[in-house]
Structures are given as structure tokens and as C-alpha cells.
């Protein structure tokens, strides 16, 4: 039923650090490219990051770029969003997804998992 799960949200202290874990259940993503979205209360579900398929390219919003870094794990077929010097704005449920193509909208994306909750207090 699930394909993707999310798994080490959790409560972090501003300032701290996070990783947060993707794993393909029932099927393999090899050929996808795969992205972190984060959706806060109230708020739009937005872009955070991608990594293409094979992992030579990666893409970040401005909003996390240079604090959190995304990577695929071949072997595994798991990708990680390494989230550093985190911020109460980073507060939201993180949901990792599969794209054919790749992009920064969630109507590129297939497949979802079912998020995991990250709060950053301050």
C-alpha cells in the first residue's frame, strides 16, 4: 500500500540537526528521481529538495540551501534530507516523493509517502 516511508522526525532544538530517512516499500524508485516536500499548518505544501535518479544532481529551495543536503543511497535505494542549523520555520510534516522527471512542484511527483513531523523549538 505504502511505497515510500519517512521515518526520524522528530522534536530538535533550534540550531540542531536532523536526518530524515526515505525507504521504498513494496517496489523499488531505481529509475526515479525523488524530492523532499515539507507542508507547515495553514500553509501550501512546498518544495525543499531533489536529487535525480542516479544522484548526480541535486536542488535545493533557497529557503534550506546550504543548511540541509539531500542524498540517495544506491544500494539501499534510500534518500536522506541531512537537515542542519534548523529553525522553528522549519516546522513542518516532511513528506518524501518519486518523479519520473523530476521538479519542484508536487503535481510532478507520483509517488508519496506519509510524512514524518519535524518541530524545531526555540
Known amino acids: 500500500q505504502v511505497q515510500l516511508v519517512e521515518s526520524g522526525g522528530r522534536l530538535v532544538q533550534a540550531g540542531g540537526s536532523l536526518r530524515l530517512s526515505c525507504a521504498p516499500s513494496?517496489?523499488?524508485?531505481?529509475?526515479?528521481?525523488m524530492g523532499w516536500f515539507r507542508q507547515a499548518p495553514g500553509k501550501e505544501r512546498e518544495f525543499v529538495a531533489s536529487?535525480?535518479?542516479?544522484?548526480?544532481?541535486?536542488y535545493y529551495a533557497d529557503s534550506v540551501k546550504g543548511r540541509f543536503t539531500i542524498s540517495k543511497d544506491g544500494a539501499q535505494n534510500t534518500v536522506y534530507l541531512q537537515m542542519n542549523s534548523l529553525s522553528p520555520e522549519d516546522t513542518a510534516v516532511y513528506y518524501c516523493a518519486a518523479s519520473l522527471g523530476g521538479g519542484t512542484s508536487p503535481w510532478q511527483y507520483d509517488y508519496w509517502g506519509q510524512g514524518t513531523q519535524v518541530t524545531v523549538s526555540s
Open positions: 513494496g517496489r523499488t524508485f531505481i529509475s526515479y528521481g
Open positions: 536529487i535525480s535518479w542516479n544522484g548526480g544532481s541535486t
